[in-house]
């Protein structure tokens, strides 16, 4: 289940408010079902001074696969405050040819992305950012 993040009261507790804060947090394992509108939810040790029963309001079913889900601690943020990514491999290899000039481009699986989920990048631009793929 994700948990729905609700501005009670003014309290900040999720991190970044305004536009860009989260609406849903999880998933989370519920572990067992209070009457007939409520839910007990397993939450994580740093959110311990939160009560683990919420209403069904509050909470949504988790469409994501266990393995598609990535914790925040592995989530890493620059200055600018967007998301970095690594790339984990590259799967192929091709070139496509232009008018003057051929360019070679790579297909890559980025870290916490699984299945159809990879991208054809240059591999020139893939050489300047990550040299140590090619090494």
Known sequence: M???VSPWKGVIRFGKRGKLSPRFLGPFKVLARVGL???KL???????EIHHTFHVCY???CLAEEESV????EIRVDENNRC????EAILDRKTKALRHKDIVMV??????HRGSN???ETEDDLRRRYPHLFA
Do not use: D, F, N
């Open 2 to 4: 994700m948990l729905k």
């Open 118 to 120: 990879v991208t054809w």
């Open 37 to 39: 509108q409520a839910y």
């Open 84 to 87: 970095v990514e690594e790339p």
């Open 107 to 112: 297909k890559v699986q980025w870290k916490h």
């Open 59 to 61: 909470l949504r079913k």
């Open 42 to 48: 397993e939450l994580p040790p740093e959110m311990a």
């Open 70 to 73: 990535i914790p925040h601690s």
